[in-house]
């Protein structure tokens, strides 16, 4: 079983919900596909090990086949391709790796070589991986792709990026149960109502976790009461997780208490699964 | 014209909460809302919109049934995995690169450009803004950013504005970029946590492969002092400035909770520390 850990907004609560998941549910494994601020290893403290080095395939141009006549250039969606009069300029981190412009050109002069996005990394155990994109680089989903290849076969926690743009897509793709986090705010409201619709549209089966419960007003637990939107654990307002949170301590392990709550809602989603 | 950009690596740090007030406190400012995923500008400004921009960016493939053979080249071409079974596209997936359109022999793919977004131009109690939606699991995020920031400089020259106020969006990839690119000095938000250190060293090595100057700003900044601590000498190190702290406190959650930025809603000491910090990032445009 594959369960995503997303929120729309940033800040909510999404690795820590991973993590102290991950630590209370025996024999599951952790993805962190937030690539671009992978968090969850702060708190897990592994020895990482890199096992892949990630690479998007980019045009190379043969300048003595090439006839500039622009095809390439022309073809390219992604303004990845500049055909001058003497010259075919290749701006790689604009390519996304189609492959389009090798096959319309006439002369057979482009290749393809690879260009790196970014590594995977796991720890020793093998139950937990990252990915970490690299820096400068805009190209977050073929990373998140490829870490997801290492999901294995047991239940697998994957920690999405915030948002519902294309890297919590390709997080959320294919999953079978998502636990949006969000706060009782209006902020926190209106970046779930953006996840949740995601989620209905890809009609992945979700339930809320209300971190920071508390807080605020009642507007998250109203929308999910409407809509029909379950909420599977709340995680009260407490400055001790928050300390805790700072210093890269899953709350687990200094409230062991709520390792049965994760438990319990591992059970909630099962049910709620089948 | 000067352009402050406001980002954070880690998402909830406190962006909104600073950007909205130095909204408020900025005499002669456009903002220009670029978290464009997960907006939350407009529940506090409230804006009037007086114009509406359609965006649309990649185009994405459409099979026509009718004419498809089935002979399965595009699948064989698609290098994203985006043509499920029965020759149907997932337009999550699709990228818009074309291949499939190319490679059919029947002509059965088309190309199909929908809106994926839109911008706005606002009025607000405090000027313009110019912010903008990003439909659903639509990526180009970049792309509408850059958008939005088009906007916000012709609307700043007409409305003679001297400052662009950019709330960016967090993390380090494609809409961060769009909303660094070009800037005069980007605020980086942090808060002495782990995650908040790790993530702030990695945004402000983005801001330094672009070579914007940066400040911080510490947010919740006595909730572990030997953190707070460990930022001031990475700070000290890099040469940036530390434009000001800010306490861990329920001020942002109340005022927001009323619609209202933090400089509206109380006087208090934590609306004195964001006043201090908008002084500083001031003095360090250099207006």
């Known amino acids: 079983m594959k369960i995503t850990v997303a929120s729309g907004k940033g800040g909510t609560g999404k690795t820590t919900v991973a993590v102290n998941f991950f630590l209370s549910v025996p024999k599951i494994s952790l993805l962190d596909c937030d690539v671009e601020e992978p968090n969850s290893n702060l708190f897990l403290h592994n020895d990482l090990e890199k096992v892949k080095d990630v690479t998007i395939p980019v045009p190379v141009i043969d300048e003595q086949k090439c006839e500039h006549c622009g095809k390439c250039a022309d073809f390219c969606n992604y303004n ?101 986090v969000t706060e009782p705010t209006p902020f926190g409201l209106n970046d779930l109502k953006l996840a949740a619709e995601v989620v209905r549209e890809m009609k992945i089966p979700a339930g809320v976790i209300i971190n920071r419960a508390g807080v605020g007003d009642g507007g998250v637990e109203e929308y999910c009461h409407q809509t029909g939107l379950p909420i599977i654990m709340e995680i009260p307002y407490d400055r001790r997780i928050a300390v805790a949170y700072s210093e890269g301590i899953p709350f687990v392990e200094t409230m062991p208490q709520w390792k049965e709550k994760f438990l319990q809602m591992f059970e909630t989603i099962k049910e709620a699964v089948r | 014209m000067r352009q402050l950009t406001v980002i954070s690596g880690k998402g909830g740090t406190g962006k909104t909460t600073l950007t909205s007030s130095f909204a408020a406190l900025a005499e002669n400012a456009t903002i220009a809302d670029c978290d464009v995923d997960a907006a939350n500008m407009h529940l506090l400004l409230q804006p009037e919109i007086i114009k509406t921009y359609d965006f649309t960016a990649l185009p994405t493939a459409v099979i026509h049934p009718e004419q498809c053979t089935g002979c399965g080249i595009c699948v064989d071409h698609c290098r994203f995995g985006a043509i499920k079974e029965g020759f149907e596209i997932d337009p999550y997936i699709c990228e818009g690169c074309g291949v499939c359109e190319y490679v059919c022999p029947v002509d059965a793919v088309t190309m199909e450009y929908n809106k994926c977004g839109e911008a706005y131009e606002s009025k607000t109690r405090f000027g313009p803004l110019v912010h903008a939606k ?51 000095i980007a605020l980086v938000v942090t808060e002495p ?69 933090i400089v509206e809603y109380t006087d208090n000491s934590f609306a004195k520390c964001v006043i201090e910090v908008w002084e500083k990032v001031k003095e360090e445009m250099g207006s």
Not at chain 1, 141 to 170: F, H, Q, R, W
């Open chain 1, 80 to 180: 990845a391709l500049a055909a001058l009069p003497q010259k075919v300029m290749v701006f790689s981190d604009l390519c996304h790796g189609c492959g389009g412009c090798s096959l319309v050109c006439p002369n057979d002069a482009i290749s393809e070589t690879g260009r790196s996005i970014g590594d995977i990394e796991r720890s020793f155990s093998g139950k937990f991986h990252t990915g970490l994109l690299n820096i400068g680089e805009a190209m977050a989903s073929p990373l998140i792709k490829e870490l997801k290849t290492y999901a294995g076969e047991n239940t697998v926690i994957m920690d999405a990026p915030p948002g519902t743009a294309c890297p919590m897509i390709t997080t959320v793709e294919d999953t079978d149960y998502c636990i949006l």
């Open chain 2, 193 to 261: 946590t782990v995650a908040g250190i790790h993530d702030l060293k990695r945004v402000i090595e983005v801001a330094e492969h672009f070579d914007i100057p940066s400040l911080v700003c510490i947010n919740k900044s006595d909730i572990n002092d030997s953190k707070r601590r460990e930022i001031e000498t990475f700070c000290t190190q890099k040469g940036i400035r530390i434009a000001g702290e800010i306490p861990y406190d329920t001020t942002p959650t109340e005022a927001m909770v009323k619609g209202k930025t």
């Open chain 2, 134 to 184: 990003l439909g659903i699991g639509e990526e180009a995020g970049g792309k509408l950013v850059t958008l939005v920031r088009e906007i916000a400089e012709e609307v700043a020259q007409k409305n003679n504005c001297d400052t662009i106020i950019i709330d960016g969006p967090p993390g380090t990839g494609c809409s961060v970029i769009a909303a660094l690119t070009g800037v005069d």
